[in-house]
């Protein structure tokens, strides 16, 4: 891609989200919302996030253990289910990111030595 | 909250917490894209007219993988979905008010100004806070100020740490803190759940089309968790 596909491709990026953004707020009010829809979208960020992060996690590293075809990386994923309990109990971001970052370098550096 | 000025500094305090939490992120997503080659000015640019951190890494991974337009645009649109039900959240806070207001309530909307706003504003009284644009546009606008500085510190000074730290691994650590307080609810496990074996299984398909199929059976998976499910509190909904 050039610089000016880059930047065409960045505000196609801009447009798309301001219009997620703006879409109910522009509706009308007496524009009814099929329930279904709403109902949903509630699931969204839910499902989004997760696939998102599933193949990061267990797909990205060294593989250090297989299951069937499939090879994961294990100390990616505990790392990462340790930080999602933290992230459940706490809420707090930094938390989180140091809980999973330190126990994977942990768990490396333990692996190695 | 009695005047313009004090509910815009009220709205900048309550999310104050969760903007420093950000700083990592912005950190992150600025470095991300200049690892991945894109010029600084590109990636500030990005991050001003998107506005939206899970979407500009997504972004900044595919355009790194050489992928075309058309699909990063797509890709960019499913991560950021999840603000449709944000917009519907807040929309009937803010009905009355002027298109030009609205579209700035738009621009600034993110997972912590939907948040925040709802928790104090979710059931009150229109009437009672007529300055609640105020409050929204300050716990807005500090959000959007910090996250342009955080990207373009992180795209302009780069993470120049060895790669043994596994500083990529932030990125989905960054979303699991982003998505932790959206599994509320049974139905919205099985959605994460469904989503990420999805994912998962259909990793190798071309053009990232496993995460429109995953977010699509995640969303499915939710809905058929909460209609077959005997849990009163999942039934009732919120």
Redesign the interface.
């Known amino acids: 891609?050039n610089?000016w596909?880059?930047?065409?491709?960045?505000?196609?990026?801009?447009a798309?989200?301001?219009a997620?953004?703006?879409?109910?707020?522009?509706?009308p009010?007496d524009i009814r919302?099929p329930l279904?829809l709403?109902?949903?979208?509630?699931?969204?960020?839910?499902?989004?996030?997760?696939?998102?992060?599933?193949?990061?996690?267990?797909?990205?590293?060294t593989v250090t253990m297989t299951v069937g075809s499939w090879g994961f990386d294990a100390m990616?994923l505990f790392?990462?289910l340790l930080?999602?309990a933290v992230?459940?109990k706490t809420?707090?971001?930094?938390a989180?990111?140091a809980t999973?970052?330190g126990a994977?370098?942990v768990m490396?550096h333990w692996m190695l030595a | 909250m009695d005047s313009p000025r004090s509910a815009f500094l009220a709205g900048a305090r309550d999310q104050a917490p969760g903007v420093i939490g950000n700083i990592p992120f912005g950190l992150i997503t600025g470095a991300a894209a200049t690892a991945a080659g894109l010029d600084p000015l590109l990636a500030i640019a990005m991050s001003i007219l998107t506005f939206a951190g899970a979407a500009q890494l997504v972004a900044i991974q595919l355009l790194a993988d050489g992928a075309p337009a058309l699909l990063i645009i797509t890709a960019v649109a499913v991560v950021n979905l999840r603000m449709m039900m944000y917009s519907a959240a807040v929309a009937p806070l803010f009905a009355t008010l002027s298109l030009r207001w609205k579209c700035v309530i738009g621009y600034l909307l993110t997972d912590h100004a939907f948040a925040l706003t709802l928790a104090r504003f979710g059931d009150g009284d229109a009437a009672a806070q007529p300055h609640r644009r105020w409050y929204y546009l300050g716990a807005g606008s500090l959000m959007w100020l910090v996250w342009q500085i955080s990207v373009a510190v992180g795209a302009l000074i780069g993470l120049k740490v060895p790669a043994s730290w596994s500083l990529e691994f932030l990125i989905p650590l960054m979303f699991i803190a982003l998505v932790a307080p959206a599994l509320a609810t049974r139905a919205h496990l099985a959605a994460a759940g469904t989503a990420a074996a999805v994912s998962l299984a259909a990793v190798s398909l071309p053009l990232k089309s496993g995460l429109l199929l995953a977010a699509l059976a995640g969303v499915l998976g939710g809905l058929l968790v909460e209609r077959f499910s005997r849990d009163p509190e999942v039934a009732a909904g919120p």
Do not use: N
Not at chain 1, 91 to 94: E, I, L
């Open positions: 891609m610089t596909q880059t930047w065409l491709t960045l505000i196609g990026m801009g798309v989200t301001f997620i953004r703006m879409s109910f707020i522009l509706l009010p919302v279904l709403k109902r949903a979208l509630a699931y969204v960020a839910a499902a989004v996030l997760p696939a998102l992060i599933a193949p990061d996690v267990l797909l990205r590293g990616r790392a990462a930080a999602a992230a459940w809420r707090s971001v930094f989180t990111l999973g970052l994977l370098l490396r």
